[in-house]
């Protein structure tokens, strides 16, 4: 069974300037997570979608941050524009089901704002 | 919202002996509690879960326990070895809004050989 993808693995960018991460799920996982991890700290829940559906942003700096999931499938998150506060390492994780479900994660995208 | 608290934040134990990393919680809706572990550069990996209508459960040299009651549940690795260094994240999922997990702060567990 292919694990969760993610492109790039690393990312540099200048603050102000746009940046997209880009992650497939595991084949058949209905729910799929985009989450911030700021070195030391946590996994912080960016968004949750179920299928192509959005059921938690709560999270997510809607000024400057978005994320679509078209075809209930491959997903997309996006920073515009990115701030120096954004350097992290973003992990998109994918499941069967969005309740009591073991998430996989993917390897990740260490972005790095300068 | 949820929220999950993490002790302690680094942990150093010698070869063999045991190693405990406690979380608590605070939203009663929560019912499934995995660990994962994290070793540097690396994803987080599953290595044990527990729901909430099971106390303990165990595989091989770790287990987890669970007290509804005082919300709050516990990671146990016995025996450590070196390759158990790395760092450990327990979360707390929902079993409303939509099954969101929230994680600890994560502890940096550190076996000396």
């Known amino acids: 069974e292919a694990g969760v993808a993610q492109s790039p693995r690393y990312k540099i960018i200048e603050k102000r300037q746009s940046v997209a991460f880009w992650c497939n799920p595991i084949?058949?996982?209905?729910?799929l997570y985009w989450y911030q991890q700021i070195l030391g700290q946590g996994p912080k829940l960016l968004i949750q979608f179920q299928n192509n559906g959005v059921v938690d942003d709560s999270q997510l700096p809607k000024d400057r941050f978005s994320a679509e999931r078209l075809k209930g499938v491959d997903s997309t998150l996006k920073i515009q524009p990115a701030k120096l506060e954004d350097s992290a390492v973003y992990l998109c994780?994918?499941?069967?089901?969005?309740?009591?479900?073991?998430?996989?994660f993917g390897p990740g995208t260490r972005l790095t704002v300068t | 919202g949820e929220n999950v608290e993490q002790h302690p934040s680094t942990l150093s134990v010698q070869e063999g002996d045991s190693a405990v990393i406690k979380c608590t919680y605070s939203?009663?809706?929560?019912?499934?509690f995995p660990w994962y572990k994290q070793e540097l550069g690396k994803r987080p990996q599953l290595i044990i879960d527990i729901r909430s209508n099971v106390g303990e459960k165990k595989d091989q040299r770790i287990a987890v326990t669970l007290n509804k009651t005082a919300k709050h549940f516990s990671l146990h690795i016995t025996e450590t070895q070196p390759e158990d260094s790395a760092v450990y994240f327990c979360a707390a999922k929902s079993n409303t809004n939509a099954g969101k997990s929230t994680f600890g702060d994560g502890t940096t567990l550190t076996v000396k050989p």
């Open positions: 994780a994918s499941s069967l089901a969005s309740r009591g479900g073991e998430q996989y």
């Open positions: 084949s058949g996982h209905a729910t």
């Open positions: 939203d009663s809706a929560s019912n499934y």
